[in-house]
T-cell receptor
Framework: EAGVAQSPRYKIIEKRQSVAFWCNPISGHATLYWYQQILGQGPKLLIQFQNNGVVDDSQLPKDRFSAERLKGVDSTLKIQPAKLEDSAVYLC?????????????FGQGTRLTVV | AQTVTQSQPEMSVQEAETVTLSCTYDTSESDYYLFWYKQPPSRQMILVIRQEAYKQQNATENRFSVNFQKAAKSFSLKISDSQLGDAAMYFCAYSTDTDKLIFGTGTRLQVFP
């Protein structure tokens, strides 16, 4: 079974530029998450999708961050314009539907450096 | 709000020895799930072990076991017969049926030959 695919693996941009990250979930996984992991911290949820609907985006800085999940499969996360404090690893995770709490599978993340 | 605390930024262990990583959490929920994730330099989070709060029996997965103390809100990870490949960041995490994970700040485990 193929895992969660993320691209690019690394990205360096200047502040005020735009950037987009892409996530391809495990086939059939209905739930998709984007987490932000700042150096030295644990990941923090940015947004949770169930199929193509948003379940939780309470921690997403909506003035500069946006995310979409077209057709309930692939997802993109965009930052526009980027700030220095957005430097972090952006992790995508997906889960199958099921009763109770099911296992989340993570991609390898995108390391973003804003200079 | 739920919080997860890992008070050990770094731990070290000799190969073949045993090490315990600590985690405490705070919640007002009665049903929840606790996890330990391993994050090697490749950055991919790998599930090590999970515990359902309603289960009194501590979870085990081969060399990995937990000590779950629900009343104390403590969830420690014991790694027995440590191997060089166990070296990584370890994150304790909490979740409910909504599935989103709340992570601690992590413990860096070094394994010495």
């Amino acid at each position: 079974e193929a895992g969660v695919a993320q691209s690019p693996r690394y990205k360096i941009i200047e502040k005020r530029q735009s950037v987009a990250f892409w996530c391809n979930p495990i086939s059939g996984h209905a739930t998709l998450y984007w987490y932000q992991q700042i150096l030295g911290q644990g990941p923090k949820l940015l947004i949770q999708f169930q199929n193509n609907g948003v379940v939780d985006d309470s921690q997403l800085p909506k003035d500069r961050f946006s995310a979409e999940r077209l057709k309930g499969v692939d997802s993109t996360l965009k930052i526009q314009p980027a700030k220095l404090e957005d430097s972090a690893v952006y992790l995508c995770a997906t889960e199958a539907e099921g009763e109770g709490n099911t296992e989340a599978f993570f991609g390898q993340g995108t390391r973003l450096t804003v200079v | 709000a739920q919080t997860v605390t890992q008070s050990q930024p770094e731990m070290s262990v000799q190969e073949a020895e045993t090490v315990t990583l600590s985690c405490t959490y705070d919640t007002s929920e009665s049903d929840y799930y606790l996890f330990w994730y391993k994050q090697p330099p490749s950055r991919q989070m790998i599930l090590v072990i999970r515990q359902e709060a309603y289960k009194q029996q501590n979870a085990t997965e081969n060399r990995f076991s937990v000590n779950f103390q629900k009343a104390a809100k403590s969830f420690s990870l014991k790694i027995s017969d440590s191997q060089l490949g166990d070296a990584a960041m370890y994150f304790c995490a909490y979740s409910t049926d909504t599935d989103k994970l709340i992570f601690g700040t992590g413990t860096r485990l070094q394994v010495f030959p």
